[in-house]
């Protein structure tokens, strides 16, 4: 009788943490549902999608960090959320014609990668709430004055490159250094207002930037080729869309022609750069699915500041060093202690 009575009041007990842990649940999925305005019906969902420009490391990047925010938070994908996830593949008209579906689906928040997608869908659909992240200089792309005052559907994650944090390093790895080269892509804001600032960067420490344009995958080699036969001392690569995707062919110039590559993406470690300073694009998509969550919550988009991603990564690889025969001296790392060796 004593056994029987023990297994039901461990059974009471079983069902209360369960029920307590499912009332918690619930409490943070009601007070979105009810922010929003809708009730708590078995199944109800929220209409979430993400629109990309192309595939690159970092759309890729930030769609994990997105998912992941969303997890962190008890929604699950399927359960309490929808998320229709749509790529133009580099082509504006596929673009053109993502924004009108979005426009027809009225779905409850849209996030946005890279400035040509939030400038089209900014355009397109000026009632719905957007957050946006892989964005470099959103007041540049016209989507504001200021990061307080700007669009009021909008609000998100500005992934703005350390511009002078590199060529500081650059400038200490190589004394003496007199031309850096990039290659950049006129059709992109983001991509001119990244050359702009790298060239103010270097102007500051008596560095000329050449900079040259390319509008296709085979005018990037074309351009790489070109800042070689201009004599740089060393790449110096911005990131945008299209020299992103192509990043590989600058890299393979860089190792062909024996001139080291810097730039501002974490993945091309891998592929020869020699250091990076890159902005973290889990944390910018982390960041903007926190941003997401608080808009489904009730925030108006108007009253949520844009704002820069908060982690930054140096990293060096000292195997690519070597092979530029560029010296590490141990001071590097005493002038500039966020730096670290990558792992790969």
Known sequence: MKSV???IIALILVSAILLFSDLQNRSVKKDLYQATGNSVP???KFRLCLAHYVDSPNSEACEKGIRKALEDKNLREGVDFTLKVYNAQGDISTLNSIAGIIGNEKRDLIFATSTTTIQLLAKK???????????GDPVAAGLGKSFDDHLPNLCGISTMSDFDGLMRLVQ??????????TVFTP?????????????EAAKKRGIELIAVPANSATEVLEAANSLVAQRINVFCQISDNLTCSCSSAILKVSLDRKIPYYGFVTNQLQQGAVA???????????EAGQMGIEVLSGKNPAQIP????EKTDYLIDLETARLFKIHIPDQVFKAFPQLKISKQ
């Open 276 to 286: 990076v300073c890159a902005r973290d694009y889990f944390q910018a998509g982390y």
């Open 42 to 44: 078995r199944g109800a």
């Open 187 to 199: 059709v992109e804001i983001n991509s001119v207002s990244f050359k702009n600032r790298l060239e």
């Open 5 to 7: 009575s023990r297994g």
């Open 172 to 181: 200490f790895l190589h004394p003496g250094i007199k031309r850096v080269g």
């Open 306 to 309: 844009y704002r820069y991603v």
């Open 125 to 135: 659909l000026p009632d719905s709430k957007i957050v946006f992240t892989n964005v």
